[in-house]
Nanobody
Framework: QVHLVESGGGMVQAGGSLRLSCAAS????????MGWFRQPPGKDREFVAA????????DYADSMEGRFTISRDNAKNTGYLQMNDLKPEDTAVYYC??????????????????WGQGTQVTVSS
């Protein structure tokens, strides 16, 4: 299990930017993919972005591609989600996740065994 702690959420106006961070601890190897998911109010958790263990490949949900950028720094055991041109419909609790031994970027929620506590992102119009 990996212990994950998100930070960087907050309130921003439409068109603004936020950078989320996800600090990981508890697993000696970084050979696992990381992902970001979000849960809008009253809706199911949905995929946002994923990155392979070495950062060599990424995957995005269609509505985020071009606006969001996922990255990671294995030396710091930290993942990031840069969010630009935010829209009110991006309002959600954002969760980072670490996969259960999967090295490639996966969008499948069931591939992730460790989750952070979530950070709220609110975008006002």
């Amino acid at each position: 299990q990996v212990h994950l702690v998100e930070s960087g959420g907050g309130m921003v106006q439409a068109g603004g930017s936020l950078r989320l961070s996800c600090a990981a601890s508890g697993r000696p190897s970084s050979r696992y993919s990381m992902g970001w998911f979000r849960q809008p109010p009253g809706k199911d958790r949905e995929f946002v972005a994923a990155i392979s263990w070495n950062g060599g490949s990424t995957d995005y949900a269609d509505s985020m591609e071009g606006r969001f950028t996922i990255s990671r720094d294995n030396a710091k055991n930290t993942g990031y989600l840069q969010m630009n041109d935010l829209k009110p419909e991006d309002t959600a609790v954002y969760y980072c996740a670490a996969s259960s031994g999967i090295a490639y970027a996966t969008s499948q929620l069931h591939d992730y065994g460790s989750w952070g506590q979530g950070t709220q992102v609110t975008v006002s119009s």
